[in-house]
């Protein structure tokens, strides 16, 4: 057990630091206020990873045949810990290198790779993930919208919501029902979001501008070849993508760097000397890094080759702790940030409290913890 | 960062597994609450497990290994200590290390007997005496599930010992965590057992989700106290050390209630051992100060002393 940083690692790291600083512009944390979806950072971010692009840091972790070096987890680990902790200056595109992109190259045609890959690993493609309905959102599975074959094509009708960057995405990664079977009655087709009959609606949310959307599908036709995978193995590829997704997002790295921030500013006016807020802090960062380590150990398997299941579940509770506990430690400590003052851990409290919702509910993860990691008797349905 | 074990690590902890078979399973006992065997003292001392620290291909990480693997077992057995500060005091005491915090000198102390050789810690410095019968009570009803004895007082003759008292302090830090983590794996386990047989209402206690999801949680919380003690044993690090002493300090005040609530009258009673881990467990909890004692060591560390 060693768990020291190779140099090699190390000078990986200083180099996307120096990238951060060299390409984010001097009001970046104003900046990074805007919602993650809001036009002004899906702008940045598309120049932003077109840089990150050209210095092959962008998709580093993928195969070398697509663009990629290659790199073991370890260096996507510390590539998207700089990028969360820098405010996530790639927007909505972190998903496509995080998930999307990897489920293509696993999943996807020949076309669907000619047609998809090149946009996200030049960092120009912006997705949305078309999950969650009105009626499904924790129990996806009862989803309703509905794909039908007419010909050549399917004809789609229903509705998604809370879908991130719907906005300006253009292309969804869209879940829907083509049979009556709950989950193998579903399947995955991507569409282009100027196809007609498609209206996005943006919904206000605290996490900021431009972010959260609904979206409408009425008489929406696609090719039979838009379907990724097969007719039916939606579930056991969106299983796969949701791995990806949770052991992607640093989110501990984030609240960490929130907590250091919170720390500093209380040092520099003298407000760091009452023990109770020593003892706070002290507190946070001990779940800040019980979280980070649960998830190192996890990435450290998968490093090794090994497939990581329901233990993902218990490491993204650990972070899901640190986040709300950073959030919590700066709204009583530092309210005047989330009135403006401190965009930085603004922006920290904006995202962090998402962390025990989006991607899975804190306690559909302890559920799957109960059964699958505990081993306890599954709850009756 | 490579966080599977090593393979002498591995071959260490196979080698602990083999030998501790016939102390897997709880005694049936009433008084004192605690399981000791000497025999179980004797035949780790023989094979040699507490000295890994010593050799530098094993060095603190495998003796954090060896003590959370030891307090997995319902038997109490010194271990952390030993393993962890013996290495430093030079010689090769005869008896068990005991570890005494100035500030809190009236606190049971951990297998104290006579000659013991006990370590006390000032933040001025570190120092040492033997234990003879005349200087501590033995305590055989007390409620905490280890052989503990009270010191009458201080003794003012103290031997000063040439180590750092931030090291010790890491260090006791250490052991505490890696030892809580232990402790709460076992009765983690233990309980998890129970709640997946017990019967109430026509299905098993543990197809509840109010059960299902504190043990969820327990879960999470114990594995990250198993974490951040081998990540704290690697470097001893003061910042590192204080915050798993924390999180495992935390850690055993919130699952030492819900794991007793969860097994009803048992958990009350002597029939069911759980008390055998948790009773270490609160007694652990508030040494150096309990978890705000860490968090204030923790804060010096990482941001510097208090000002103002
Ligand atoms: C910022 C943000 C971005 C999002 N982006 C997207 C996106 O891009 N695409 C997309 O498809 N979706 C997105 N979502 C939606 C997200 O996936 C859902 O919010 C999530 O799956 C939970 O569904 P729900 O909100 O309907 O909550 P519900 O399913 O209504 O659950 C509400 C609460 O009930 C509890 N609960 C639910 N089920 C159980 C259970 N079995 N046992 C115990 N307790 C339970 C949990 O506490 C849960 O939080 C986003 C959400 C947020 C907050």
């Not at chain 1, 996890?298 to 329901?310: F, P, Q, Y």
């Not at chain 2, 008390?275 to 968090?295: F, S």
Request: charged share 20%.
């Amino acid at each position: 057990m060693n768990f020291e940083w190779t140099e090699e690692q190390n000078a990986f790291r200083q180099r996307l630091r120096d990238f951060i600083a060299r390409n984010v512009p001097e009001d970046w944390e104003r900046f990074a206020e805007h919602g993650p979806g809001s036009p002004a950072l899906t702008e940045f971010a598309r120049e932003f990873c077109g840089t990150l692009a050209e210095d092959d840091l962008l998709t580093p972790h993928w195969p070398v045949e697509i663009g990629g070096l290659g790199l073991d987890p370890w260096h996507q680990t510390i590539l998207a810990e700089e990028m969360w902790s820098a405010g996530e200056p790639r927007g909505g595109q972190y998903m496509n290198v995080n998930w999307i992109g990897p489920t293509l190259m696993k999943y996807g045609s020949e076309e669907h790779k000619a047609r998809y890959l090149p946009g996200i690993t030049s960092g120009q493609a912006l997705w949305c993930q078309g999950f969650s309905e009105p009626g499904s959102g924790s129990d996806l599975a009862s989803l309703r919208t509905r794909a039908e074959p007419v010909g050549e094509s399917y004809r789609i009708n229903g509705q998604k919501v809370w879908t991130s960057y719907a906005g300006l995405a253009e292309t969804c990664f869209l879940l829907c029902r083509t049979g009556e079977d709950r989950k193998r009655g579903i399947s995955i087709l991507l569409v282009p979001m100027d196809t007609p009959g498609i209206t996005v609606r943006e919904i206000p949310s605290i996490i900021g501008r431009g972010d959260i959307h609904e979206v409408f599908f009425d008489d929406v036709e696609v090719p039979l070849s838009a379907r990724l995978g097969e007719e039916g193995q939606a579930w056991e590829i969106i299983a796969y993508s949701l791995t990806n997704e949770r052991l992607g997002i640093p989110r501990y790295a984030l609240a960490r760097a929130a907590l250091e921030r919170a720390v500093s500013i209380l040092s520099e006016r003298g407000d760091f000397a009452d023990d109770a807020v020593r003892i706070a802090a002290a507190q946070v960062a001990s779940l800040c890094e019980a979280a980070r380590l649960a998830n190192y150990a996890l990435i450290d398997r998968r490093a090794k080759g090994e497939t990581v299941g329901a233990e993902a579940s218990s490491a993204r509770f650990a972070t899901i702790m640190a986040e709300r506990r950073v959030a919590e430690f700066v709204a009583e400590q530092l309210p005047e940030a989330l009135a403006g003052t401190h965009p930085f851990l603004k922006m920290h409290h904006q995202r962090g409290i998402v962390a025990g919702i989006a991607a899975g509910a804190a306690e559909i993860q302890l559920n799957i913890v109960a059964s699958d990691v505990l081993q306890l008797p599954r709850e009756p349905r | 960062m490579d966080l599977s074990l090593s393979s002498d690590q591995r071959t260490i902890l196979d080698a602990l597994d083999a030998m501790l078979r016939p102390w897997e399973s709880a005694p049936i006992h009433d008084a004192p609450l605690f399981a000791s065997d000497d025999a179980l003292e004797a035949a780790l001392a023989e094979a040699g497990f507490l000295q890994v620290t010593a050799d530098p291909d094993l060095g603190t990480v495998t003796a954090a290994l060896v003590i959370e693997r030891l307090a997995r077992l319902p038997y109490a057995v010194e271990a952390a200590a030993s393993a962890l500060i013996g290495p430093l005091l030079g010689d090769d005491p005869a008896g068990p290390i005991c570890l005494v915090d100035t500030r809190q000198w009236r606190r049971p102390v951990r297998y104290l007997r006579e000659n013991a050789r006990v370590v006390v810690l000032e933040d001025a410095g570190v120092s040492a005496f033997t234990a003879s019968a005349g200087q501590f009570r033995a305590e055989p009803k007390a409620l905490f599930a280890y052989p503990v004895a009270s010191l009458h007082e201080l003794p003012d003759a103290l031997e000063p010992l040439p180590i750092d008292p931030a090291q010790l302090r890491a260090r006791w830090q250490v052991g505490l965590a890696a030892e809580c983590a232990g402790l709460l794996a076992g009765a983690l386990a233990s309980t998890a057992a129970h709640v997946s047989d017990r019967q109430q209402f026509g299905r098993p206690l543990a197809t509840f989700q109010a059960i299902r999801h504190r043990l969820a949680e327990a879960h999470v919380r114990i594995n990250g106290a198993y974490w951040l003690a081998m990540s704290a044993a690697a470097g001893c690090d003061p910042g590192q050390a204080a915050l798993a002493a924390l999180h495992a300090a935390e850690t055993a005040r919130m699952c030492t209630y819900d794991f007793h609530q969860f097994l009803g009258a048992m958990g009350m009673t002597l029939e069911h051992p759980l008390h055998l881990w948790t009773y270490r467990l609160k007694l652990l909890a508030g040494e150096l100060g309990g978890a705000a004692g860490h968090a204030r060591s923790a804060a010096d560390a990482l941001w510097g002393p208090a000002e103002g």
